[in-house]
């Protein structure tokens, strides 16, 4: 085992270098406004210049909403005794992990612990390895944030891929007309002449990723899936299934961006629900457990939800009884 000192070294170089690509991005973002306000650009584009600033500040906001919103981790509540957590380990572990994930069933709901954390793991919930700690409702790690979009951020996140287009796309059109003439040569032959074909370059080459990343998450949120779901099915007790938290289109949109239309463009929390528990279409239909969850009873502890989170967790389920083909025991009509 490498000494302590040496390791916290390992671990301060570690939390610098994640901050690299945000730097790069931060530059890029500087120099972009830089070449644009300053040298492209001038007092005579009035019009231009008011909407650039409109689409800057909603972009920068976003993004600084994505870095800077902590994940929301599991409540302590669920934390287990150092001693509970080795017995635990020692139990799965000789089961076997499809054992634990399937074996669960028979006492009601799905075992999900991080021996990291040592918590049991609510729905949706997983561990980073980045950031070592277990993150509620995780998408995945994104390095472009140095931080990892979950419950608390996927909103921001969706923003900040939607303004960073519009920035892109806005830049590319009102640039092309001096990039036209750039090639034409009816341009004079100063600095602005290099700042013109790199915005151009860099803002159209950004489009295109940036179109394919957001057209691939706005998918995913249509569906209410995550990265991490789409990668690999969540467990039910009739077994995997990626759609198992799918409500329908307008449900799972409300459940990212909320009831308020108003702030659904606005980079400030508005999602409902409280990222331990996730209404869904598959439920067991036993009488005596008619919870909403997936996984049957659930044991974790949930925060006081508001008006409009509670409506969309206690929507009154309408049962549909002729889905045994797809051996669902019962299903919301979403
Ligand atoms: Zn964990
Ligand atoms: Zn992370």
């Known amino acids: 085992m490498a000494p302590s000192g040496s390791r916290s070294i390992k671990n301060g170089c570690k939390r610098v270098l994640y901050w690299i690509p945000v730097l790069f991005i931060a530059l890029i973002v500087a120099w972009s406004y830089y070449a644009y306000c300053f040298t492209v650009f001038n007092q005579n584009a009035v019009i231009y210049l008011l909407v650039y600033h409109v689409i800057f500040v909603m972009f920068v906001w976003a993004y600084w909403q994505t870095i800077c919103t902590r994940p929301s981790n599991p409540l302590k509540e669920v934390s ?24 669960s069933a028979d006492v009601g709901y799905t075992i999900r612990f991080c021996d990291r954390c040592q918590l049991l793991k609510p729905d949706r919930c997983h ?40 920035y892109c796309l806005f830049i590319t059109a009102t640039d092309l007309q001096y990039f036209i003439k750039f090639w034409l040569n009816g341009l004079p032959d100063t600095q602005a002449k290099f700042h013109i074909l790199f915005l151009f370059f860099s803002a159209s080459m950004f489009s295109v990723s940036l179109a394919s990343l957001l057209t691939y998450h706005c998918w995913l949120v249509c569906k209410n899936r995550s990265t991490l779901e789409a990668v ?87 049962w549909s009884e002729n889905d045994s083909a797809t051996g669902r025991k019962g299903k919301i009509a979403c």
């Open 80 to 103: 287990v005794s150092v001693c509970d957590a080795a017995f635990i380990t020692l139990f799965l572990s000789s089961i076997g992990e499809d054992e634990a994930w399937r074996g």
């Open 232 to 318: 690999r099915a969540p467990v039910f007790r009739h077994g995997t299934d990626k759609s198992g938290f799918s409500l329908g289109l307008r449900k799972n949109f409300r459940q990212v961006f909320g009831d308020e239309v108003k702030y659904w463009p606005i980079p400030v929390f508005t999602g409902l629900g409280d990222g331990c528990s996730f209404p869904t279409c598959l439920v067991n239909v036993d009488p005596e457990q008619p919870s909403t969850s997936p996984t049957g009873s659930n044991p974790f502890p949930s925060k006081p939800l508001t008006e409009s989170q509670s409506r969309l967790l206690t929507s009154t389920p309408s």
């Open 127 to 166: 561990h980073c390895s980045v950031c070592d700690r277990c993150i509620l409702k995780m998408d995945h790690h994104c390095p472009w944030v140095n931080n990892c979009v979950g419950f608390s951020n996927y909103k921001f996140f969706m923003l900040f891929l939607a303004y960073s287009l519009l």
